[in-house]
């Protein structure tokens, strides 16, 4: 349950979000079985798979190469998280994944950039792209899933456009060195560049007064303005965040090809929603948190490679996902629902 901290004179109050709190007997069972019900599904997965397909899927092989690949989601997903905690939508991080991937090619491949020049300026563009959206949404008060669906589609479209509609090979060998090829405990870099990310939001939703005026938004944008804070600029902070976030994104998956496709990153969307949201059934149920959708990405992976070792044709994929999305926005709205139920007795 949130509370405001009072302040000195002429200052905003501070919100504290105090989250679910332990009785004086601490969590019950059943506190803990809500908490880590999807890791539970998860060694159930992997359970399954491995007594269907042991010589395949129980391997030590095919879980770094699980763990490794998964980056990009991981990245977009923690992205998304950031204006869904503050109760936007952004449908055009997938778009922002896609573009900044393709500048770094064109401008490192086409034109001889450094590969760090490069870098730096899809990170920026991301910045910008994120600024856009703030801008129409704050300023002209518009829908945010209207506007982002709006630049998203404007984002691929210019991507097309500098891309020529082509794939755009040879990006600089430094980058793939360290996003594939360079390992730790023989899991390539990447993974611990997703993992990293997610510690750094874990910590800033939970221990820092930025991290806490961001939940206090994103349950209830009139209490929190009430309270002194400057909802507008939470909210814009947030897209801007998710801009870089999913630009570094796209930088890691041009990295992992050594190469840029105009439109598969779009493709990333929906995987993205529906970890968010299975996500913020578990681990601190009843939001959006980090450690949730990390656990989440690896959860829906484990499916989809598990179904793809049993032959099981591509379509499924779609199936799983859209299914997976569903399913997911339904138990959190559910679990949601119960916390706030409970917060209020």
Not at 205 to 211: I, L, S
Not at 231 to 255: D, E, K, N, P
Request: hydrophobic share 50%; glycine share 12%; aromatic share 12%.
């Amino acid at each position: 349950m949130n509370q405001v901290s009072p302040g000195a004179a002429g200052e905003p109050l501070e919100p504290v979000e105090r989250g679910p709190q332990p009785t004086k007997k601490g969590l019950n069972l059943g506190d803990y079985a809500e908490r880590f019900a999807l890791v539970g599904a998860w060694l159930v997965v992997i359970v399954v798979f491995s007594i269907l397909a042991p010589n395949t899927f129980f391997n030590v092989r095919n879980f770094t190469t699980m763990f490794g690949t998964q980056t990009t989601l991981v990245m977009l997903a923690l992205a998304l998280l950031i204006p869904l905690t503050a109760g936007d939508y952004d449908l055009s991080v997938a778009a922002t994944l896609t573009m900044s991937g393709m500048v770094v090619a064109v401008l490192n491949a086409n034109h001889g950039v450094p590969i760090g020049v490069a870098i730096v300026v899809a990170l920026a563009l991301g910045a910008l792209i994120g600024f856009i959206n703030g801008f129409f949404v704050m300023v002209f008060d518009i829908d945010p899933f209207i506007v982002t669906l709006g630049t998203g589609t404007v984002i691929l479209g210019l991507t097309l456009w500098i891309s020529g509609s082509q794939t755009i090979s040879g990006v600089s060998n430094w980058l793939s060195s360290w996003v594939v090829e360079r390992r730790l405990f023989g899991i390539s870099l990447e993974f611990y560049y997703g993992l990293l990310l997610c510690v750094l939001l874990w910590y800033i939703f939970d221990f820092t007064a930025v991290g806490r005026r961001i939940l206090f938004v994103g349950r209830g944008t009139n209490v929190a303005r009430l309270s002194g804070i400057r909802v507008g600029r939470v909210r814009w902070g947030c897209f801007i965040a998710a801009g870089i976030i999913a630009a570094a994104a796209g930088v890691l998956y041009t990295g992992t090809a050594g190469a840029s496709d105009p439109t598969s990153g779009s493709t990333f969307l929906l995987p993205a929603f529906a970890a968010a949201f299975l996500g913020s059934t578990t681990i601190t149920p009843g939001r959006f948190n980090p450690w949730g959708t990390f656990i989440a990405v690896y959860f829906l992976a484990t499916g989809i490679t598990g179904l793809a070792i049993l032959g099981v044709q591509t379509w499924v994929q779609n199936v799983f996902y859209g299914g997976a999305l569903v399913i997911a926005v339904s138990a959190s709205q559910v679990v949601k629902k119960r916390h706030e139920r409970a917060a209020r007795l």
